[in-house]
């Protein structure tokens, strides 16, 4: 007898825990739209998406497309304020337009820094420049970078390196030898447009920037720029095709269609320009959740 009290007692406690349950109860679906409310700030899916597509060595030698194309699809759709940006208006120009400069007044604007997060697999940062100030040309060995144009206008200019590479004595003073790359882009990007990429050997891993307008570019690099470890930033300088002639040293397996001479420069490697102005900024968007 008193067995069967106990089963009875046993269910009608099991029933009311269950029924007092069944107020905190939510259903699967309905938790799952309820966390999707709440959205993170698009630098933060930025960076979980970085943080599981690099590694320390960068990409895979043979990456898939699909994490390419998600980043690629992220930063298209950012824009100043989802980084605590604010754009510039155009008339801090102060009437010197683009050609209204000489290079070396161009190069003395000042060009902010920001710095969003970095790590041993890849740098998140942002660049924001005044009217015709300019990031000469440099190249990313070993790195690949995407780039997002915020707001403004700016043009780009890049090159990658003819392989077999082929170099040469060159006779401009302090410059000893110039080695030959083909042109992989020459034009203006104005936000708002698509992000670009540049691998370790195509897309045009050694570019200059020069502001068209006040603008912005949002900068993801995979791995970072890391010196010991062989990844140092290079400046070089760039002469005309004619500049150094038609003849190659044998054996490099260089060929120039003609008509084609136009695609070509020979680049020289120069120190640091002693004029490029660039100064640290705070960044003011979102925080990350490292």
Known sequence: MFSEIQKVTDKAMVFLQKKALSALYIPKQKLHMAMNNTTAPKVQLLYDLCKTTFTPSGLSSSPS?????????LLDTF??????????????DRGHGFF???RVTRWAQPITYLDIHECDNFTMCIFCFPT?????LHDHPGMTVFSKVLYGSMH???YDWVEPSCIKESQEPGCPQVRLARLAADKVLTAPCGTSILYPKTGGNLHCFTAVTPCAVLDVLAPPYREDLGRKCTYYVDY???????DFPQGNGAQ???GKEEEYAWLAEIETPDDLYMRSGVYVGPSIRV
Do not use: M, R, T, W
């Open 65 to 73: 497309p699909q994490p390419i194309h998600k980043l690629c699809s």
């Open 79 to 92: 824009g100043p304020a989802d980084v605590g940006l604010k754009e510039e208006s155009p008339d801090d």
């Open 100 to 102: 209204g400069l000489n």
């Open 132 to 136: 015709s100030s300019v990031i000469p």
């Open 156 to 158: 780009v200019k890049a």
């Open 240 to 246: 005309p095709y004619s500049a150094f002639g038609n």
């Open 256 to 258: 120039i269609s003609n």
